[in-house]
């Protein structure tokens, strides 16, 4: 029952752009929100019931009401960014990152000093990054260091100090690494053109930077100094040897950001990179858990704002794969449809799925359990299922122009084979290669059996068949009474099709998804248990057939062997003591030189 002055507070909502905000009974923020129209926007939380589990427990905690009025939808957002960061609302989106990403930093002094650091502090200095990837980080700082001799002292250089030759060169002097500026080795105006150049690495603008080196080569050839120029040749080979690596994507796109998303049941997983002349300059994919029904176009927005103002970016152009209807002043959203644009988009996408699927791995080895869930909530969304699939059956048919019919049911639990729970049938009430038949006969005998003993019934069957297979085990459910309280589909084995009850059109689940691959297990696992058990009768059938044609051996000795020996195979393999302990010496004898003679 919604309480009275909540339903108050809706009465009074303006229909204005602005934020609205949900407190609990404590006074603690535990959602925040933007709308177009506050009043549509909240009372619609209130007057409809939600499919969302979460909305309906958040629904539930709101005790009180607050709303702020804005000129414009953007407004809106944007205050809404804002108090989300400040508040770290429950039930808000959470960038779950929690890491600190270390910076290449360019302090601001006298003969700057350049180095990584975790903390960003606002003093003028200049920071490159965040690197999600330090190994990235490192090997930029080592192309620097190898490049340029930069001080690595925390000395203050000012002009002044080095006139009253306060201080004396250091190691790092003697064995090549600086070249002195301490005292007064090397000019700041010398020592700020390397600077220029780490800038612009940095901001990988390295082909400028080679060509500058390349011309100080040839201006030391022209001038004879060879060694000098050989030096200058080493550096060139290193820049061109780190551009090499990085990932060119076309030197026509000179700077845009990309962000692209994929979900599953539980997360969002936004991949965000940084492209500035041709070249992938940062790139980093977050996990960001669901709280409500939040959808890919709000998560990238919100996770845009966030990552740009980490990675400091002010590009005018975003990439992304989702029509976003909202206008930024300063930046606007493209959707490519083709050329390079676009293959930076499938590029950040195939980043996004695989560090999905690599998360997936990690999860599957430290917590089966949410693994397993994680599978289950995926097949329940696909197959569009009222309940979790914790227990499914799969039903699969085997025969050879109508000879020894058998039926194969499998059985999983928890997205695994429970081997112990495997059925198979020995069609007895069909002649002939039936298959639909068949199939009736399997599942009647399998439900009915489960019904009279009060057994608990799966939440999904699979049929593998296509509509004609689906239709006929859909009958037998009908007279079963079992039609809508259990699921089932059937599997068509040439394009993997699925196909519903009452649906003539099939669905086609992405290939490499986890449900596909669950479905095909079943149906495989199906077929090889029935293929077994179909080859071992054939094989019995024709062994029974075999023995009643010697003299003295009838159909009981045959099952007094099958009941040791449980094989066709282990009993033609079995020697003559194994044999004589089961049937005596006068019958082993028989057979012996019956199949001596045969041989």
């Not at 980080?137 to 080095?162: A, G, K």
Request: charged share 30%; glycine share 4%.
């Amino acid at each position: 029952m919604m309480q009275t002055d909540i339903q108050l507070k809706l009465k009074t909502i303006p229909e204005q752009p602005g934020v609205y905000q949900y407190f609990d009974e404590t006074g603690i923020i535990i959602y925040v929100g933007k709308a177009k129209n506050l009043k549509k926007r909240v009372s619609s939380y209130f007057v409809k019931t939600h499919d969302n589990a979460k909305t309906r427990i958040l629904v539930r905690k709101i005790h009180d009401i607050k709303y702020i009025v804005v000129d414009t939808e953007l407004d809106a957002l944007l205050l809404e960014n804002n108090l989300i960061k400040k508040y770290q609302p429950k039930y808000n989106i959470q960038l779950k990152d929690d890491k600190t990403y270390p910076w290449i930093c360019i302090k601001k002094e006298p003969f700057p000093r350049v180095f990584s650091t975790r903390s960003y502090i606002k003093d003028g200095s200049s920071y490159f990054g965040p690197y999600p990837n330090v190994k990235v980080l490192n090997t930029l700082l080592e192309l620097i260091r190898d490049l340029y001799p930069l001080r690595t002292c925390s000395l203050d250089l000012n002009q002044s100090n080095i006139r009253q030759k306060k201080f004396k060169v250091c190691l790092e002097y003697h064995i090549g690494n600086c070249l002195g500026p301490c005292v007064g080795n090397q000019t700041e105006k010398e020592y700020n053109t390397f600077i220029e150049h780490v800038e612009s690495i940095l901001k990988g603008q390295i082909h400028q930077v080679i060509q500058y080196v390349k011309q100080k080569m040839f201006d030391y050839a022209s001038e004879y100094k060879f060694e000098e120029a050989q030096k200058m040749k080493e550096k060139i080979a290193a820049l061109e040897k780190f551009k090499a690596k990085s990932t060119i994507v076309s030197p026509k796109i000179q700077a845009v950001d990309v962000i692209t998303g994929v979900e599953d049941e539980k997360s969002f997983f936004i991949n965000y990179l940084v492209i500035s002349n041709g070249s992938i300059i940062h790139g980093i994919t977050l996990e960001i858990q669901k709280k409500l029904d939040e959808t890919i176009a709000e998560v990238i927005i919100y996770a845009l704002f966030e990552l740009r103002e980490r990675f400091k970016s002010t590009t005018k152009e975003i990439l992304t794969d989702v029509q976003i209807k909202e206008q930024f002043p300063d930046f606007k959203f493209v959707v490519p449809q083709i050329g390079d644009k676009k293959n930076l988009i499938e590029l950040s996408q195939r980043n996004a799925k695989f560090y999905r699927l690599e998360k997936i791995k990690h999860e599957k080895i430290t917590d089966p359990e949410q693994h397993t869930n994680r599978i289950l909530e995926q097949l329940k969304k696909d197959l569009r299922l009222k309940e979790l699939p914790i227990h499914i059956e799969c039903f699969d048919n085997s025969n050879i122009q109508g000879t020894n019919p058998v039926s194969a049911c499998v059985v999983f639990k928890n997205a695994k084979p429970s081997k112990k729970d495997y059925r198979h049938f020995n069609v007895k009430t069909v002649e002939g290669p039936n298959d639909f038949a068949t199939m009736q006969e399997a599942v009647h005998r399998r439900y009915s059996r489960l019904l009279a003993e009060k057994e608990p019934l799966p939440q999904l069957i699979i049929i593998d068949g296509g509509k004609g297979q689906l239709g006929a085990a859909l009958e037998v459910l009908e007279k079963l009474g079992l039609r809508g309280k259990i699921a089932i589909i059937g599997i068509a084995k040439r394009l993997e099709e699925i196909f519903f009850p009452g649906d003539s059109i099939p669905i086609y689940l992405d290939k490499r998804s986890e449900s596909l691959k669950v479905i095909q297990f079943l149906r495989n696992e199906a077929h090889r248990f029935g293929i077994t058990h179909h080859r071992n009768r054939r094989s019995k059938n024709a062994f029974i057939s075999e023995i009643s044609e010697i003299k003295g051996i009838g159909e009981k000795t045959f099952e007094q062997l099958m009941k040791h020996f449980k094989t066709i195979s282990a009993i033609k393999n079995a020697s003559k003591d194994e044999l004589t302990k089961i049937i005596g010496l006068a019958k082993t004898m028989i057979i012996l030189n019956y199949f001596k003679e045969k041989s």
